[in-house]
């Protein structure tokens, strides 16, 4: 497969449809962004690697960052993780408060604002340094060691999150949360403003694509049968109420962020980051969204 040649065709067909959408601005200093920005990473199993763009450029992972925790937490807790969440979608958009309340402070999912910060309490109640784990984690899945936060970023988040601390206090009252609500939501900011770039979310994800092995990073352990369930709740419920429409025009297991990245993968072949800052009315970016139907369509990889 000439992957080089399929992104270059990608990067053509997409700069011909106009660049709609807004970049998210309800995170101040996120819509400082260049909405103009565009780039992508594929990386094979074999260790093969192709980019186009700003692929180096490192940005916002925001909720990308969700797939990380839920896995550390898994790791940690086993199925027992999932009488705190749950594993079904939403079909709501991911700062929905409705459905928390009639569901008793249990979140449908973990990729929801309150599942996150569910999985973030799960990672305070654990560990002793659960910030420290949580940088060792990503640095093990990438390789690369100065990957770090945006405090400026995580600021901005922390002055505007005022739906993420209703989620939190709602489900502290459900019973449903062992820490303080400050030491969650500073975490879950932390992880949020997380600065990765193309090369290094695709190189991270292949981890969760290579579904024949268990595997072992920075002390979380997840076996064959957990990885494959970090990709069906990615599948079903990693971009909110559009992972069914993802799923039709896409058909990859992937995470989205409203920084304008998704990483998906495709099991035993590659994995694959995007960014693109404008975002649909879904908080999905317009032509992440785009280039990865383009992918699929234009290789046949697809898991359906
Ligand atoms: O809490 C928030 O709203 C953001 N830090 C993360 C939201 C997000 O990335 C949703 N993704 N598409």
């Known amino acids: 497969m000439n992957y080089q040649q399929i992104l270059q065709e990608i990067s053509n067909e997409v700069s011909t449809f106009p660049n709609t959408g807004e ?29 186009i763009g700003d692929s180096e450029d490192r940005f916002s992972i925001q909720s990308i960052s969700k797939v990380f925790t839920v896995a550390m937490a898994f790791s940690l807790l086993g199925d027992q993780l999932w009488k705190r969440v749950g594993v079904e979608p939403s079909g709501n958009p991911f700062n929905s408060i409705v459905q928390l309340e009639y569901e008793n402070g249990i979140p449908r999912n973990p990729f929801v604002n309150a599942g996150a910060l569910v999985v973030v309490d799960v990672l305070l109640s654990e560990l002793k340094d659960a910030e420290r784990d949580l940088f060792a984690f990503v640095q093990s899945l990438t390789g690369v060691s100065d990957i770090t936060y945006n405090p400026i970023v995580a600021q901005s988040e922390k002055e505007t999150g005022y739906l993420n601390v209703a989620f939190v206090n709602m489900m502290k009252a459900k019973g449903n949360i062992e820490n303080d609500a400050d030491e969650i939501l500073d975490f ?66 992937g995470k989205s962020g409203v920084g304008g990245g998704i990483a998906a993968l495709y099991p035993e072949e590659f994995a694959v980051a995007v960014w693109s800052p404008k975002l649909n009315k879904k908080g999905n970016s317009v032509r992440g969204f785009n280039s990865l139907e383009l992918l699929t369509t234009k290789t046949g990889a697809s898991l359906f």
């Open 188 to 253: 879950y900011y932390k992880q949020c403003s997380i600065e990765m770039n193309c090369r290094e979310l695709a190189c991270a994800f292949l981890h969760f694509g290579e579904n024949g092995k268990a595997y072992d990073h920075a002390g979380f352990r997840l076996t064959k049968s957990q990885v494959k369930r970090i990709n069906a709740l990615m599948l079903s419920c990693g971009f909110y109420d559009e992972s069914g429409h993802f799923a039709f025009k896409v058909g990859l297991a």
């Open 23 to 51: 970049v998210a601005n309800y995170i101040p200093e996120l819509a400082k962004v260049d909405p103009k920005k565009f780039g992508i990473h594929l990386t094979t199993v074999n260790n093969e690697h192709f980019a």
